[in-house]
Each structure stands twice: as structure tokens, then as C-alpha cells.
Nanobody
Framework: QVTLVESGGDLVQPGGSLRLSCVAS????????MGWYRQAPGKERELVAL??????TTYTDSVKERFTISRDNGGTVSLQMNSLRPDDTAAYYC?????????????WGQGTQVTVSS
């Protein structure tokens, strides 16, 4: 079992910055990829950014050049969000794809709210 704890969501003005962090903990697991999804009211959950074990990154088009995903050698993934816009407002969910014993599963955090408003 893998537990994810997120932090960093807040209310910020347009053009501001925030940094989200997520720490994965548990036992007998090996992380394959970590990332962030978001879900705005009335919309489907969408991938924001993903980073794999080899360091490859994927971003949704609307956040390229503004958001940066990174991870350490342990179980922490961060999302640096700059030049925030009102349409970035959403609940942001940490995502981990990990092998636990022989099974590869997806794990989700509980979400952290990001609100961009003046």
C-alpha cells in the first residue's frame, strides 16, 4: 500500500506562483512514475504533468513553459507553478504509479485546492 500526502495548495492572485509537493510512503513498493492531475468544477480530471523514473516529463499544453515538475530520489514529487491564471483553478491530485510486490497500481492523493483569483 502507498500513501500520498500533498501540500502547497492556496489562494493566489493571477500571475503569482505556488509550489505543490507530494510525499509517497509505504512499504515494499517501487515507483515507476509520479505526477499531478487536476479537476476543475464541472470538468473531467486531466493530466497536468508527469515524470518517469528516467526523468522524462510530460506536460499538458496549457501549462508548458509555466509549470515544472521535479522529483527527488525518494518519494517526493513537486510541481512549481508560475504565471498562474484563473483557469488553473482546480483541485490538484498527486498521482503515483508503483509496483507493490508483483502488481502495478495507480495511487491518488486526496487533493489540494489551488484557487487563482484577484
Amino acid at each position: 500500500q502507498v500513501t500520498l500526502v500533498e501540500s502547497g495548495g492556496d489562494l493566489v492572485q493571477p500571475g503569482g506562483s505556488l509550489r505543490l509537493s507530494c510525499v509517497a510512503s509505504g512499504s515494499n513498493f517501487k515507483i515507476a512514475a509520479m505526477g499531478w492531475y487536476r479537476q476543475a468544477p464541472g470538468k473531467e480530471r486531466e493530466l497536468v504533468a508527469l515524470i518517469t523514473n528516467d526523468g522524462s516529463t510530460t506536460y499538458t499544453d496549457s501549462v508548458k513553459e509555466r509549470f515544472t515538475i521535479s522529483r527527488d530520489n525518494g518519494g517526493t514529487v513537486s510541481l512549481q507553478m508560475n504565471s498562474l491564471r484563473p483557469d488553473d483553478t482546480a483541485a490538484y491530485y498527486c498521482y503515483v504509479r508503483a509496483r507493490v510486490f508483483v502488481m502495478v497500481q495507480a495511487y491518488w492523493g486526496q487533493g489540494t485546492q489551488v484557487t487563482v483569483s484577484s
